[in-house]
């Protein structure tokens, strides 16, 4: 986009508003007070800069302490050139003694850890604001390269950074306000994201209609297994909360068990080869609830049969070392363990382990955490961080495969179904109130639903709008 911008608006244009935006914050949020500006060599520095020089403006007592000096006629110089007040030396003592200390050291260019004398400095401020992110955090993965407790604001441009929405740098981030600055929207489109915030209006889930049958809502049938039934019921429930039209669950000799059950729920002890005749029945859940044994007996006919299916839990464990046996399978849904066990450590970059780990089966891959990420094995991502600590207990990964088991049989393509099942889920988690257990998420769904679409339409009519009014 940077690079785009400098052929058209210009960078200088870009950095002003910037600069400027960052005062803003800082204003909005902060009584006047003495103001440190740490300003590296990059552009980041440059914006440093201009908001040191707006505040200034605004009669705020600024300095800038320079980490080491611009580029010599780039866009960061011109910016430094334009900034006459004080500077001082880059210290920690400069930095102790200042009220608050805005990093403009590094932001997108970070490519390395910074140095102890960056560090000491940073770690000597008493209340800190980012120019687009903490100099030690990386936009692209939120790892971060030093310890320092978090930020009260960051500031950043255009579009948020994963960095910004990933642990562990989420953490350091504090508020993170995004800035407008007037990017020119070709140059965001020429720069082809691939990268999400996940939201409705990324997907839309089907709305009732009044002449809705349980089969256009689309059924949702599950493997069972004899020895966890738990994990297959609560799977089963959350699908049937989410709004399927039927869930059935394939449940052999253990039938009589599963009919004690819900009574809204179909239990069939057909064997699993004459089930899968019924075209349907497309959508099936593999895994919740199931051991090995049981997976290795239904798994591989579930996708000889070309059902759409969704591998969770005990299907991932089977095809723990080689995941090459899920290929075939539409969507999996490994939380952190079960990734690992499957296709090695993600390292520092879950966006592009996870993105090479759905491109490797063929298959949507939804890595549940606080923040989920969500690859299509074509490369688009999704980060899921409208959720709640709420969920974490025991079993709401089973709520989530039936929630996505519902919009998967009601239509949605596959990536579409994962990221809106995770909204759901985490919406549900957030109406929960405190310390839920995992049945009351069910309570939630069907409003979280409601919710989904109404957001979903509003922002296709504000869009729309706004077309109408350009157009105009
Ligand atoms: N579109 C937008 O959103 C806009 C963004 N803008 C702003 O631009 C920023 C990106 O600017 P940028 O590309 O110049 O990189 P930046 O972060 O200043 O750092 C690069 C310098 O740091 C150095 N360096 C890196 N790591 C280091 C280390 N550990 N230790 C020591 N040195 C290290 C690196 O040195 P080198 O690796 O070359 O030796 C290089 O000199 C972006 O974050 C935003 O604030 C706006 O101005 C306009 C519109
Ligand atoms: N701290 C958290 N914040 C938000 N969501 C969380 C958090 N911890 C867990 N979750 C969500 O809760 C669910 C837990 O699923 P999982 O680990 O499979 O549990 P189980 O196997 O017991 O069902 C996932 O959807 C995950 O994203
Ligand atoms: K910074």
């Known amino acids: 986009m940077d690079e785009m911008a400098g052929r058209s608006v210009g960078i200088i244009a870009l950095m002003e508003r910037a600069g400027w935006a960052v005062a803003r914050a800082i204003r909005a949020r902060f009584a006047p007070c003495r103001v440190l500006v740490l300003c590296g060599p990059g552009n980041n520095g440059g914006d440093g800069h201009v908001a040191a020089r707006y505040l200034e403006r605004a009669g705020w007592p600024v300095q800038v302490a320079l980490l080491a000096p611009p580029r010599e006629g780039g866009p960061a110089a011109e910016a430094a050139a334009r900034f006459s007040g004080r500077r001082v030396e880059f210290s920690a003592e400069n930095a102790a003694r200042a009220d608050l ?88 489109a020429h720069a082809q994201p691939r990268i999400f915030l996940n939201r409705p209006g990324l997907w839309s889930i089907p709305a009732m209609t009044a002449q809705d049958h349980k089969y256009s809502r689309g059924v949702v049938s599950l493997c069972a297994g004899r020895v966890m039934p738990g994990a297959t019921r609560l799977a089963a429930a959350g699908a049937r909360a989410s709004g399927a039209g039927l869930v059935r669950i394939s449940a052999g000799v253990s039938a009589e068990a599963y009919r004690l059950g819900a009574p809204g729920l179909v239990i069939d002890d057909a064997p699993l080869e004459a089930l899968l005749e019924d075209t349907r029945r497309n959508v099936w859940l593999c895994g919740p609830g199931l051991t090995p ?180």
């Not at 687009?132 to 948020?160: H, I, K, M, Q, W």
């Not at 549940?368 to 709640?388: E, F, Q, Y």
């Open 101 to 188: 200390v805005v990093d403009a050291i590094f932001g997108a260019g970070l490519d390395r850890a910074p140095s102890d004398t960056v560090m000491a400095v940073l770690r000597a401020s008493r209340r800190l604001v980012a120019v687009d992110l903490p100099s030690f955090v990386n936009g692209l993965t939120g790892a971060v390269l030093a310890e320092r407790p978090p930020y009260e604001v960051s500031v950043t441009f255009v579009r948020p950074k994963p960095g910004h929405v990933l642990y562990p740098g989420r953490t350091l981030c504090g508020e993170v306000v995004c800035a407008d600055i007037g990017m020119p929207s070709d140059c965001i």
């Open 293 to 472: 044994d049981e997976v290795e007996d239904t798994l591989p006919l579930l996708v000889a049969s070309k059902k759409c299916v969704l591998a969770d839990a005990g299907a991932l464990g089977w095809a723990a070392g080689a995941p090459e046996k899920l290929r075939g399978v539409s969507v999996i849904t490994p939380h952190i363990g079960e990734f690992t066990r499957l296709f090695g450590a993600p390292g520092d970059d879950l966006v592009c382990a996870v993105r090479s780990a759905a491109g490797r089966i063929g298959a949507v891959v939804l890595l549940k955490g606080a923040v989920s990420v969500i690859a299509a094995p074509d490369g688009r991502v999704a980060l899921n961080d409208h959720a709640s600590p709420a969920l974490a207990t025991a079993g709401s990964g089973d709520t989530l495969a039936g929630v996505i088991g519902t919009l998967l049989a009601a239509g949605m393509p596959h990536w579409d179904a994962a990221c809106a099942g995770a909204w759901l889920h985490g919406e549900a988690g957030l109406r929960a109130g405190n310390w839920p257990i995992v049945e009351a998420l069910d309570a939630h769904l069907g409003d979280a639903r409601a919710e989904a679409i109404d957001q979903a339409r509003r922002l296709s009519c504000e869009t729309d709008n706004l077309a109408v009014k350009r157009r105009a």
